[in-house]
């Protein structure tokens, strides 16, 4: 496991940013509640409801991902589909890639504003996910980010089982902390804590969190949580409460973990998340009314969710969301 010492810096940094404060930044992620679909959606129907959230004032999408089509069917339509929506230059369109093949195909579509890279503290992990060593994914990385500043994009970091593992890899607290501070040696600036199977209480959750804003709150530390419906509010709260101003999450909480045990475990829902920053007296970016939008993924889900269906009702949905 790689291990090293945190570098600790003043909050007077020139790189320390807004995220001291109550404004929270919000991260819609379709991308990550379709690539678990076995039915295949039409490009169109992706271009159409990402439209639809660009309407209705999401600034930041992880709309896509640039992987072998063996591994993930549904994003291998991902260039055509950006190619459809053409997104405005106010809207982060956030490509996931592993590779360097994967950062030139995102950059190529000119529509992706930042790459984002899975790294992990479990070896495990990687190596089910990406066919990486800790070691191969950090010269991945700075390949990527190589890629990334030639083309004038961001990149972000997620880190995958951030919050425990179920496969039996060292893990701790200290682990996360050095798993960030390796992150901003490579001049990672946007990290994204991953609780990827939904391990995480509440309770562990505020700690880890609270253990990375205390060594890094200069940077952007977000979370990428998964959850029982039941337990979602809990951990967004404990989340903001540590200081994170960074949050995932999917509408209507589409989308499940391959690798959670338990088939309650998901996506944290957007609207539960922004009622409960709402709650906590939380900055949030206007949106509009997302009513549309819930009926939508629900079509969505309940379409593709086993296999390829006529995609009308769901298309009408996305239409009038624009309207």
């Not at 020139?14 to 076995?38: H, T, Y």
């Not at 939904?198 to 562990?204: I, M, R, S, W």
């Given at each position: 496991?790689?291990?090293?010492?945190?570098?600790?810096?003043?909050?007077?940094?020139?790189?320390?940013?807004?995220?001291?404060?109550?404004?929270?930044?919000?991260?819609?992620?379709?991308?990550?509640?379709?690539?678990?679909?076995?039915?295949?959606?039409?490009?169109?129907?992706?271009?159409?409801?990402l439209q639809a959230l660009i309407s209705a004032s999401f600034?930041?999408?992880?709309?896509?991902?640039?992987?072998?089509?063996?591994?993930?069917?549904?994003?291998?339509?991902?260039?055509?589909?950006?190619?459809?929506?053409?997104?405005?230059?106010?809207?982060?369109?956030?490509?996931?890639?592993?590779?360097?093949?994967?950062?030139?195909?995102?950059?190529?579509?000119?529509?992706?504003?930042?790459?984002?890279?899975?790294?992990?503290?479990?070896?495990?992990?990687?190596?089910?996910?990406?066919?990486?060593?800790?070691?191969?994914?950090?010269?991945?990385?700075?390949?990527?980010?190589?890629?990334?500043?030639?083309?004038?994009?961001?990149?972000?970091?997620?880190?995958?089982?951030?919050?425990?593992?179920?496969?039996?890899?060292?893990?701790?607290?200290?682990?996360?902390?050095?798993?960030?501070?390796?992150?901003?040696?490579?001049?990672?600036?946007?990290?994204?804590?991953?609780?990827?199977?939904?391990?995480?209480?509440?309770?562990?959750?505020?700690?880890?969190?609270?253990?990375?804003?205390?060594?890094?709150?200069?940077?952007?530390?977000?979370?990428?949580?998964?959850?029982?419906?039941?337990?979602?509010?809990?951990?967004?709260?404990?989340?903001?409460?540590?200081?994170?101003?960074?949050?995932?999450?999917?509408?209507?909480?589409?989308?499940?973990?391959?690798?959670?045990?338990?088939?309650?475990?998901?996506?944290?829902?957007?609207?539960?998340?922004?009622?409960?920053?709402?709650?906590?007296?939380?900055?949030?970016?206007?949106?509009?009314?997302?009513?549309?939008?819930?009926?939508?993924?629900?079509?969505?889900?309940?379409?593709?969710?086993?296999?390829?269906?006529?995609?009308?009702?769901?298309?009408?949905?996305?239409?009038?969301?624009?309207?």
């Open positions: 496991m790689i291990f090293i010492r945190p570098i600790t810096r003043s909050p007077n940094d020139p790189i320390s940013n807004v995220f001291m404060s109550d404004s929270v930044k919000l991260i819609e992620c379709p991308r990550d509640a379709w690539q678990g679909l076995k039915g295949q959606i039409p490009a169109d129907l992706k271009t159409n409801y600034k930041h999408i992880d709309a896509v991902s640039f992987v072998s089509p063996n591994a993930i069917p549904q994003m291998a339509d991902s260039e055509q589909v950006l190619k459809e929506l053409a997104p405005p230059d106010d809207v982060e369109i956030i490509g996931i890639v592993v590779n360097e093949k994967g950062a030139q195909r995102a950059i190529a579509t000119e529509a992706v504003r930042t790459l984002g890279f899975p790294y992990s503290i479990s070896p495990t992990f990687l190596q089910n996910n990406q066919r990486q060593t800790l070691e191969d994914a950090i010269e991945e990385l700075e390949k990527i980010e190589k890629r990334a500043d030639d083309a004038g994009l961001d990149t972000v970091v997620y880190i995958s089982m951030a919050f425990g593992n179920p496969y039996g890899d060292d893990w701790s607290v200290d682990e996360v902390v050095a798993a960030v501070g390796l992150l901003e040696l490579q001049e990672i600036r946007m990290i994204s804590l991953a609780d990827t199977v939904g391990l995480a209480p509440p309770e562990k959750i505020q700690q880890i969190v609270s253990a990375v804003m205390a060594e890094y709150g200069y940077l952007e530390i977000g979370v990428h949580l998964h959850s029982r419906p039941d337990e979602a509010a809990a951990k967004i709260g404990a989340a903001f409460e540590a200081g994170c101003r960074r949050f995932d999450s999917a509408i209507g909480g589409l989308g499940g973990c391959p690798f959670a045990q338990d088939a309650l475990v998901g996506n944290i829902p957007t609207e539960v998340v922004i009622e409960t920053l709402r709650k906590q007296g939380a900055q949030l970016p206007p949106l509009k009314p997302l009513d549309a939008l819930l009926k939508a993924t629900s079509e969505i889900g309940a379409r593709y969710k086993s296999q390829p269906h006529n995609n009308g009702d769901a298309t009408n949905s996305l239409e009038r969301t624009n309207n």
